[in-house]
């Protein structure tokens, strides 16, 4: 290995582990990927066998379906936190009562590890918002790149004036600028 293929190499791990930076700032990381670890212990415990000496002891319960189907479901919240971010809080308040769920369903939600990595990744998730846009500091218009998604919160009114077809014009009666609001006076 030459010393030109090192610095290359080098030179593509950086590239990877900026790339991966930028990607993980865009979504709920970390919520992910303690809700995925979440539904592991949940899915193996009731599954498990611990064997003492020659004494074989069997975690299963009649809710061992249950467990698994939660693990499941906490893994696939998990992966769409990672990689669906506009629905992280659906999949947080999920992870939140499957976790809940889990404290009766598996062993104390796998002896309260996954039932704890359950509740701070949906926590994590839910709370979760996109980055602002980052300004430079020599030009006060656009924005020299987007941490996060980016969402409309002030949409722009629509353009036209009475008629264009919007629903809120003189003719519908229901026109906020004419002061009626949809009621008609009578006389």
Known sequence: ?????????IEILGRKRLAFREWRGHRPFWGGLL???A?????YIPYANLTIGSLTVRMATTAGAGSLIIGVLLVVLGLTMWFQPASRVFAGVAAILLSLVSLVVSNFGAFLIGFLLGLIGGALGVSWAPGKPVQSADEPGEPDHIVGPVVATNPAPAAGGPGSGNGLDDFSGTSPTNGTNGRHRAG
């Open 1 to 9: 290995m030459s010393a030109e293929t090192r610095s290359g190499l």
């Open 35 to 37: 809700t995925l670890l």
């Open 39 to 43: 539904g592991i212990p949940i899915m």
